[in-house]
Structure formats: structure tokens, C-alpha cells
């Protein structure tokens, strides 16, 4: 007597469309670089050296890279200072924000998220996928949500074939 048995993947034929975070990763090594090694005995920073610095510094060494500009000294340092900086660095870095690397992260993933169709998910029921191998900031999947809202059907977290309700457009 032969038995015949059909598997059905229930989450294949659910109609589910995952999404996962992780695939856009924004590749690029991570660094910071702290303003406190400008600063004169750690306190204050001195337009004349620092304009020496801005000249002479190996700029070239952040080619291909994303710098998060952060000061850790408890000092005063000027808006003008992080702009040099920035103007320097920047054609060389991938990018360069001001912050520390939770904030270089979420701007890394915000741009990244910015060049998806949202339209390709229009009326679709959306999973945005939770654990990984790659840390994604929680910015990310807020960036995520608020891009997905207006236009899918409904957006969940975690596995296809476990989820957390997120939004469920009411029709």
C-alpha cells in the first residue's frame, strides 16, 4: 500500500513578502574620529593650529570610509571646526557625520533605505525580518516602517512563520 504525502509550505503560499535589513547593509569600514587629539592641553581648540592641521593632516587615509566626528573632551569647540573637518574629509570618505557611531549607523542605513522602490510593495503584506548576523540599528527599522506605511498592505516583524503585528492598513 503506498501513501502519498503533500507538503504544503504554508509560509511560501501565505503571500508574504520579507524584507531584510541586513541586505542593506552599507558597506564602507567604520570609524571615528575624535577632535579631543586638536585640542590644546585637552581644553580648548586654537583657530591658527587647527588651520595648520586642516593643511597638513594625510586626508587620504578616510578614502572609502565612514567617519562618525564626535568630540569626547568636555570642551568648547566651535561649529566651524567639525565644518573644516567635514570639508576635508568628505572627498575622500564615503561619508562623514557628526556623532558617534550608533548616529553613523543610522545615517548609513537611512540612505541606503532611501534608494528602495517603496512602490514594488504596494499592497503587499510586508515582513520586516528580525535576528541576523549583522547588528542593524533600530533607526533602521523605524526608517523602514515609516517608508513601507504609507503604501503596503500590512507590516510585521520577525519570521515569516512567527511575527509581531505592526500595521495593517484598514480598508
Same mark, same amino acid.
Given at each position: 500500500m503506498e501513501i502519498q504525502e503533500n507538503f504544503v509550505n504554508k509560509v511560501a503560499a501565505s503571500g508574504l513578502v520579507t524584507l531584510? /535589513?541586513?541586505?542593506?547593509?552599507?558597506? %564602507?569600514?567604520? /570609524?571615528?574620529?575624535?577632535?579631543?587629539?586638536? /585640542?590644546?592641553?585637552? /581644553?580648548?581648540l586654537r583657530e591658527k593650529d587647527f588651520?595648520?592641521?586642516i593643511k597638513t593632516h594625510d586626508w587620504a587615509q578616510y578614502a %572609502?570610509?565612514?567617519?562618525?566626528?564626535?568630540?569626547?573632551?568636555d570642551a568648547i569647540v566651535p561649529t566651524w571646526a567639525y565644518m573644516l573637518l567635514s570639508n576635508r574629509m568628505k572627498p575622500h570618505a564615503n561619508e562623514v557625520v557628526f556623532g558617534n557611531l550608533e548616529v553613523l549607523e543610522a545615517v548609513l542605513f537611512t540612505k541606503a533605505l532611501s534608494k528602495i522602490d517603496i512602490n514594488a510593495y504596494a499592497n503587499e503584506r510586508v515582513v520586516i525580518k528580525g535576528c541576523g548576523d549583522i547588528a542593524v540599528p533600530t533607526a533602521a527599522y523605524v526608517e523602514l516602517t515609516n517608508l513601507l506605511t504609507p503604501v503596503v498592505k500590512s507590516i510585521m516583524y520577525g519570521e515569516p512563520c512567527s511575527t509581531v503585528p505592526v500595521f495593517k492598513r484598514k480598508d
Amino acid at each position: 500500500m503506498e501513501i502519498q504525502e503533500n507538503f504544503v509550505n504554508k509560509v511560501a503560499a501565505s503571500g508574504l513578502v520579507t524584507l531584510n /535589513l541586513e541586505e542593506y547593509y552599507p558597506a %564602507g569600514e567604520r /570609524l571615528v574620529y575624535d577632535i579631543k587629539e586638536n /585640542l590644546f592641553h585637552g /581644553l580648548m581648540l586654537r583657530e591658527k593650529d587647527f588651520r595648520e592641521f586642516i593643511k597638513t593632516h594625510d586626508w587620504a587615509q578616510y578614502a %572609502g570610509k565612514n567617519v562618525a566626528v564626535i568630540c569626547s573632551a568636555d570642551a568648547i569647540v566651535p561649529t566651524w571646526a567639525y565644518m573644516l573637518l567635514s570639508n576635508r574629509m568628505k572627498p575622500h570618505a564615503n561619508e562623514v557625520v557628526f556623532g558617534n557611531l550608533e548616529v553613523l549607523e543610522a545615517v548609513l542605513f537611512t540612505k541606503a533605505l532611501s534608494k528602495i522602490d517603496i512602490n514594488a510593495y504596494a499592497n503587499e503584506r510586508v515582513v520586516i525580518k528580525g535576528c541576523g548576523d549583522i547588528a542593524v540599528p533600530t533607526a533602521a527599522y523605524v526608517e523602514l516602517t515609516n517608508l513601507l506605511t504609507p503604501v503596503v498592505k500590512s507590516i510585521m516583524y520577525g519570521e515569516p512563520c512567527s511575527t509581531v503585528p505592526v500595521f495593517k492598513r484598514k480598508d
